[in-house]
């Protein structure tokens, strides 16, 4: 679902933020990116959605080659990944409904379908009694879980998340994870990119380790979801 080739990315100023980067992740994985500050996770996951181009290399999503995408077509691309950032970048001048709508408005659904697909995923993490609130009455947690209800709203094959549990205690970092979970285990591919190291090892699952760019070998793999 997720594919590098030997991606390298250089920042203007010649900083090498990726270098040499090659990985697969399969269709329905769930996978943790981890590594120092400035390792690069967020410039992966951004090559990932299209926010940044490699410098060299080349990244596959679904099956298509993002340096084949034009940019008018970008939006389309993006609506297939769904993104879960650190400090959730909700609008604080709207409810929780119309946070989690948003992405429906932009594509043009039908107020209908949009009411329907909103509660569907406010349902899943379990703020559905919370729709007419605004995010400033919710808790940290919850305003995650808005942030999240939001990246799955249309139903993408892919979820990135870059931090998600950063500014929350382990209790619920720990439930967040487990949010990440069930959506995985419909089908979803989830890439998630934490330092929270005690947390993710817990989780068992594939971890890729970056270290000033470069993905460390030895990608810890638990044997029950191995795929070699
Ligand atoms: P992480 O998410 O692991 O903290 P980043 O991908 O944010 O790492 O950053 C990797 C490196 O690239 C860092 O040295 C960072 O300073 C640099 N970097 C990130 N974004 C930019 C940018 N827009 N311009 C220049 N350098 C950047
Ligand atoms: P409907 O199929 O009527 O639209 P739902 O919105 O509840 O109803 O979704 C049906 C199933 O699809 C649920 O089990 C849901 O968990 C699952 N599903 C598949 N992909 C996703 C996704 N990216 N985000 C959320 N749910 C998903």
């Known amino acids: 679902m997720i594919h590098f080739q030997n991606v390298c990315k250089r920042y203007q100023g010649g900083h090498e933020a990726l270098a040499g980067v090659t990985f697969h992740l399969q269709r329905g994985e769930m996978a943790f990116l981890t590594g120092h500050s400035g390792a690069g996770k967020s410039t ?8 940044e181009r ?3 290399g080349r990244v596959l999503v679904g099956g298509q ?14 609506r297939h990944i769904g993104v879960v950032f650190q400090n959730h970048q909700l609008l604080f001048d ?19 379908e949009v009411g329907r697909r909103v ?16 995010p400033v009455q919710l808790s940290g947690g919850e305003q995650q879980r808005v942030g999240i209800a939001r990246a ?25 994870m487990h949010l990440f979970e069930q ?30 760019g470069q993905l460390r070998s030895g990608d810890f793999m638990p044997r029950e979801n191995s795929l070699y």
């Open 65 to 78: 080659y993002l340096d084949r995408v034009p940019a008018r077509q970008i939006p389309y691309i993006r």
């Open 183 to 212: 959506f995985n285990q419909v089908g979803v591919t989830v890439l998630i990119a934490s330092h929270d190291i005690a947390l993710i090892r817990h989780l068992g699952r594939r971890v890729m380790t970056l270290a000033n």
């Open 119 to 134: 509660r569907a995923a406010l349902d899943k993490v379990g703020l559905l009694s919370k729709e007419r609130l605004n």
């Open 44 to 51: 992966l996951l951004k090559l990932v959605m299209l926010m």
């Open 94 to 112: 709207r409810t929780v409904f119309d946070n989690v709508a948003l992405p429906l408005e932009v594509m043009g659904t039908s107020p209908r």
């Open 152 to 176: 799955v709203v249309n139903k993408p094959p892919v979820l990135l998340a870059d931090e998600p549990t950063g500014n929350l205690d382990p209790e619920l970092s720990s439930d967040i």
């Open 54 to 56: 490699p410098s060299e």
